[in-house]
Structure formats: structure tokens, C-alpha cells
């Protein structure tokens, strides 16, 4: 019979068969360093979407209203992060980050609206 030893500290295992890790300190530790680029990813991409859902809301106080696309710009928007589309009847798309959304219509202006209960 083999020794088991941690997978963090590669202490021995005493205890249940199918043990992995002396403590939950070397579990945490484990999963951390394994999840660490992943969560960096996941961090950075969160962070372009509540910067842009906040420049959409400082834009927008009233719920709907017609913005320079320079404007948003200037403000740090970034246009390629969203977190879902909308597509009206007539085809037009509208971007949303979480409840705030963008249209881009004639000569780079933007329409700002705030999600209705009937847009999914």
C-alpha cells in the first residue's frame, strides 16, 4: 500500500481513504493556485463590464437619452464588452451591460436606455 501524502504540502495523509489535503488551509491553497489565471481573466473582463455599466448609468440618468459616441469614449467606454443582446421586431440590436443598454444610430450617436421587465 502506497503513502498518500497532500497535494499542497506533500505532508501524510492520516485520516479517510480518499483524503486529498492535510487541512483546509492546502485545499485553499491548492484550488487557488490553480484557479489564479482563471479568476485574473474573469476579474479583468468584470471590471470592463461594471466601468462600462457605470459610464451607461452616468450618461442615462433619466432612462432614455441620445449620447455622443465620443462621449462615451472619453468617459473609458468600451464597446466590446457587453453582457447581452437584444434584438427588436424590426431587427435593430440593442447592447446591454447587465440593465443598461446602447443603440448606435446616425452620425456615431448612441441611445441609451434601461432594461424594461418585458426585455429578456
Same mark, same amino acid.
Given at each position: 500500500?502506497?503513502?498518500?501524502?497532500?497535494?499542497?504540502?506533500?505532508?501524510?495523509?492520516?485520516?479517510?481513504?480518499?483524503?486529498?489535503? !492535510?487541512?483546509?488551509?492546502?485545499?485553499? @491553497?491548492?484550488?487557488?493556485? =490553480?484557479?489564479?489565471? @482563471?479568476?485574473?481573466?474573469?476579474?479583468?473582463?468584470?471590471?470592463?463590464?461594471?466601468?462600462?455599466?457605470?459610464?451607461?448609468?452616468? !450618461?442615462?440618468?433619466?432612462?432614455?437619452?441620445?449620447?455622443?459616441?465620443?462621449?462615451? @469614449?472619453?468617459?473609458?467606454?468600451?464597446?466590446?464588452?457587453?453582457?447581452?443582446?437584444?434584438?427588436?421586431?424590426?431587427?435593430? =440590436?440593442?447592447?446591454?451591460?447587465?440593465? =443598461?443598454?446602447?443603440?448606435?444610430?446616425?452620425?456615431?450617436?448612441?441611445?441609451?436606455?434601461?432594461?424594461?421587465?418585458?426585455?429578456?
Amino acid at each position: 500500500m502506497s503513502e498518500r501524502i497532500c497535494l499542497e504540502c506533500k505532508d501524510k495523509l492520516r485520516g479517510r481513504k480518499d483524503q486529498k489535503f !492535510c487541512s483546509d488551509y492546502c485545499r485553499n @491553497a491548492f484550488n487557488n493556485r =490553480q484557479n489564479e489565471d @482563471a479568476n485574473k481573466y474573469v476579474r479583468r473582463i468584470n471590471g470592463i463590464l461594471r466601468k462600462n455599466r457605470r459610464i451607461l448609468e452616468k !450618461c442615462n440618468p433619466t432612462g432614455k437619452v441620445t449620447v455622443d459616441g465620443i462621449r462615451l @469614449a472619453e468617459e473609458g467606454f468600451n464597446f466590446h464588452y457587453f453582457t447581452n443582446i437584444y434584438t427588436t421586431q424590426k431587427g435593430g =440590436q440593442y447592447f446591454f451591460c447587465y440593465e =443598461q443598454g446602447y443603440r448606435k444610430i446616425d452620425n456615431d450617436q448612441y441611445i441609451l436606455v434601461l432594461k424594461q421587465d418585458y426585455v429578456r
